[in-house]
């Protein structure tokens, strides 16, 4: 772990209009603890139909995309779980 490093992680939700859609953001200190929380909001919003819409890493002011990271894994969790 880098010790300016800071992930971000974004979990959003459809709905009909402004106030039956939303999102919810939070920031971790690494990546295992961003992708573990990503999977606990998702089951947490479960009713809502949540999806991972963006994460991110920052180390020393240079961020990266990981979007793709946190889906996959989201992804294979789910299909671990359901037994595919």
């Given at each position: ?15 009909y209009?402004e106030?039956?859609?939303?999102e919810y953001?939070f ?7 961003l992708?573990?929380d990503?999977?606990f909001y998702?089951?947490k ?12 890493r920052e180390i020393?002011?240079?961020?990266t ?15 671990e779980?359901?037994?595919k």
């Amino acid at each position: 772990m880098y010790t300016n490093e800071i992930l971000y992680g974004t979990i959003c939700w459809d709905g009909y209009d402004e106030d039956t859609q939303g999102e919810y953001t939070f920031t971790r200190y690494s990546l295992n603890d961003l992708l573990d929380d990503l999977w606990f909001y998702t089951q947490k919003f479960e009713a809502r139909s949540p999806y991972v819409e963006c994460a991110s890493r920052e180390i020393d002011n240079i961020e990266t995309d990981i979007t793709i990271i946190a889906q996959e894994f989201i992804k294979n969790k789910t299909e671990e779980l359901n037994g595919k």
